[in-house]
């Protein structure tokens, strides 16, 4: 099971971006899916996840970010809007997957970067 993210990029204060990540190989069923992030010099954090049709935001992001999911594409999004740069960092994906009948675990991506400045 490999997941690879996307989207990443410069962008100025204001701006949007949207991430994408992809779930490839043998996949069960995926539990939940969502994005952490890590800024320079910071713990990783969780920044929004989805599980089933509950949502989970940071309180920083929260009216900014909305976090979705097509289960048919084993992908999850994420769109970001009003960009600040405390924004700024990596961006990991993440999901828990059950890639065999008695075998769970949790996978992360490779990591996006997400700059913020103008």
């Known amino acids: 099971v490999q997941l690879q993210a996307s989207g990443g990029g410069l962008v100025q204060p204001g701006g949007s971006l949207r991430l994408s990540c992809v779930v490839f190989?043998?996949?069960?069923?995926?539990?939940?899916m969502g994005w952490y992030r890590q800024a320079p010099g910071k713990q990783r954090e969780l920044a929004a996840l989805?599980?089933?049709?509950?949502?989970n935001y940071a309180d920083s992001v929260k009216g900014r970010f909305t976090i979705s999911r097509d289960n048919a594409k084993n992908t999850v999004y994420l769109q970001m809007n009003g960009l600040k740069p405390e924004d700024t960092a990596v961006y990991y994906c993440?999901?828990?997957?059950?890639?065999?009948?008695?075998?769970?675990?949790?996978?992360w991506g490779q990591g996006t970067q997400v700059t913020v400045s103008s």
């Open positions: 190989g043998s996949v069960f069923s995926i539990s939940d």
């Open positions: 989805v599980a089933g049709g509950s949502t």
């Open positions: 993440t999901a828990f997957i059950r890639s065999a009948i008695s075998y769970s675990n949790r996978y």
